[in-house]
């Protein structure tokens, strides 16, 4: 006899909320126009269970009683909320590791003996750092690469939309298995163990926190809190999100963030083809100001 009876079993119900097509168009024009991320014809699924949960922890039935509440006065909180919602925050450490190795290989070599002869400090941004694996690569990466120049003085700015994945990456806290592409010695040197309550956990080293300071940005507000002159821009795998204007414009408002002869450096499914812009294109998704 079978173990099973599939007659007596009793039905799933499909708990979500019906998403019309009016509500779900105006979801994605609010989306587009507080971060130019573009959402195409086909995330209606992605949308209804993202903010199914949103909407019963607000206490709303509808999708329309939700578009109303993002067209309120009361909106930014909301708006804030849903981008968080939509957005992608996938990352990792050493993420697309030849980056990180052209750093060290050909950025750094040529532009430590120029900052010694300027007496200037080196200053590396990541744009869109999501929880902070990029900008904290980064650090460890500087850190090892200055141990022999210990006179530099380096900072490390790191950005993103998200207040919510900017506090996680302040907290810089990462569980065990996420830190995996970090070599055992660097991990020893720049992390702690977590115990008690963070066992399985760990925690990068206040030193190195220190090194990278967290500022808020979309990359369409008009002036961006981050010094001038950066010498390297770390803006990966956020462009794939945006259509070719917002791309043009990002770029462009990024590029007055360069030192003359600094590098934009863009995720290896992202290119700047198809935009104007005044970079020099050195290999795959790297680009310098001239
Ligand atoms: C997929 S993560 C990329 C993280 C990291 N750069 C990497 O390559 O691993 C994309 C990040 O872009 C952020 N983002 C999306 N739209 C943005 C915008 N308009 N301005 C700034 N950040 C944005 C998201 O919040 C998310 O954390």
Same mark, same amino acid.
């Given at each position: 006899?079978?173990?099973?009876?599939?007659?007596?079993?009793?039905?799933?119900?499909?708990?979500?909320?019906?998403?019309?097509?009016?509500?779900?168009?105006?979801?994605?024009?609010?989306?587009?126009?507080?971060?130019?991320?573009?959402?195409?014809?086909?995330?209606?699924?992605?949308?209804?269970?993202? $903010?199914? =949960? +949103?909407?019963?922890?607000? #206490?709303?039935? &509808?999708?329309?009683?939700? /578009?109303?509440?993002?067209?309120?006065? @009361?909106?930014?909180?909301?708006?804030?909320?849903?981008?968080?919602?939509?957005?992608?925050?996938?990352?990792?450490?050493?993420?697309?590791?030849?980056?990180?190795?052209?750093?060290?290989?050909?950025?750094?070599?040529?532009?430590?003996?120029?900052?010694?002869?300027?007496?200037?400090?080196?200053?590396?941004?990541?744009?869109?750092?999501?929880?902070?694996?990029?900008?904290?690569?980064?650090?460890?990466?500087?850190?090892?690469?200055?141990?022999?120049?210990?006179?530099?003085?380096?900072?490390?700015?790191?950005?993103?939309?998200?207040?919510?994945?900017?506090?996680?990456?302040?907290?810089?806290?990462?569980?065990?298995?996420?830190?995996?592409?970090?070599?055992?010695? $660097?991990? =020893? +040197?720049?992390?702690?163990? #977590?115990?008690? &309550?963070?066992?399985?956990? /760990?925690?990068?080293?206040?030193?190195? @926190?220190?090194?990278?300071?967290?500022?808020?940005?979309?990359?369409?507000?008009?002036?961006?809190?981050?010094?001038?002159?950066?010498?390297?821009?770390?803006?990966?795998?956020?462009?794939?999100?945006?259509?070719?204007?917002?791309?043009?414009?990002?770029?462009?408002?990024?590029?007055?963030?360069?030192?003359?002869?600094?590098?934009?450096?863009?995720?290896?499914?992202?290119?700047?083809?198809?935009?104007?812009?005044?970079?020099?294109?050195?290999?795959?998704?790297?680009?310098?100001?001239?």
């Amino acid at each position: 006899m079978s173990k099973f009876s599939v007659f007596n079993l009793p039905l799933i119900s499909n708990q979500e909320t019906p998403l019309s097509a009016d509500a779900y168009r105006a979801i994605v024009d609010l989306v587009y126009e507080h971060s130019r991320i573009k959402l195409g014809n086909d995330k209606q699924a992605l949308l209804s269970s993202r $903010l199914g =949960k +949103r909407l019963r922890h607000l #206490g709303l039935t &509808s999708f329309d009683e939700y /578009c109303a509440l993002l067209r309120s006065h @009361r909106a930014q909180d909301e708006i804030d909320e849903l981008i968080d919602l939509i957005s992608t925050n996938h990352t990792r450490f050493y993420r697309e590791p030849d980056h990180f190795q052209f750093l060290t290989d050909k950025i750094l070599p040529t532009l430590i003996p120029q900052l010694i002869a300027k007496r200037s400090n080196l200053r590396i941004w990541s744009a869109a750092s999501s929880s902070g694996e990029e900008p904290y690569t980064l650090a460890i990466v500087l850190s090892e690469f200055l141990r022999a120049h210990p006179t530099i003085d380096w900072q490390i700015w790191a950005s993103d939309i998200s207040k919510t994945i900017l506090d996680a990456a302040k907290k810089g806290i990462y569980r065990m298995d996420t830190v995996e592409p970090v070599p055992p010695d $660097l991990l =020893k +040197r720049y992390f702690q163990k #977590g115990v008690g &309550s963070q066992a399985g956990n /760990c925690r990068v080293k206040p030193e190195l @926190r220190d090194k990278v300071q967290y500022e808020r940005v979309n990359l369409f507000q008009n002036e961006y809190p981050i010094p001038l002159k950066q010498h390297v821009i770390f803006c990966r795998n956020v462009m794939i999100y945006f259509d070719i204007p917002s791309r043009e414009l990002a770029v462009k408002r990024l590029t007055r963030h360069l030192a003359p002869g600094g590098f934009l450096i863009v995720g290896h499914s992202e290119s700047l083809m198809g935009i104007q812009h005044n970079l020099k294109s050195v290999r795959q998704g790297v680009y310098q100001l001239p």
